[in-house]
Nanobody, 116 residues
Framework: QVQLVESGGGLVQAGGSLRLSCGAS????????MGWYRQAPGKQRELVAL???????KYADSVKDRFTISRDSAKNTVYLQMNSLKPEDTAVYYC??????????WGQGTQVTVSS
């Protein structure tokens, strides 16, 4: 059974930092592309950052130079370091695991709230 479990969300003031974690089980983690997405109230889910199995990364323009995605294959975990947080970063953040031929799934989400 595949499980993606996010943690690390919370309430932070603007300008602060948070680190999200997503632990994966039930998949061969090192062959999956991992991603972080977010969904704010009344908005569609949007890509925040991706990291491929080889470590290449991609970011949404809105988070470039503030957020960093990384992965630790020994721990089957993907991270999202979020710095210089803004109120507009407030959303539920979801972890995604994607392998075209095998599986695509989501975690349950973790709330990030940035106060002004």
């Amino acid at each position: 059974q595949v499980q993606l479990v996010e943690s690390g969300g919370g309430l932070v003031q603007a300008g602060g930092s948070l680190r999200l974690s997503c632990g994966a089980s039930g998949i061969r983690f090192n062959i999956y592309r991992m991603g972080w997405y977010r969904q704010a109230p009344g908005k569609q889910r949007e890509l925040v950052a991706l990291i491929t199995s080889s470590g290449s990364t991609k970011y949404a323009d809105s988070v470039k130079d503030r957020f960093t995605i990384s992965r630790d294959s020994a721990k089957n975990t993907v991270y999202l370091q979020m710095n210089s947080l803004k109120p507009e970063d407030t959303a539920v953040y979801y972890c995604n695991a994607d392998h075209t031929a095998l599986y695509n799934g989501w975690g349950q989400g973790t709330q990030v709230t940035v106060s002004s």
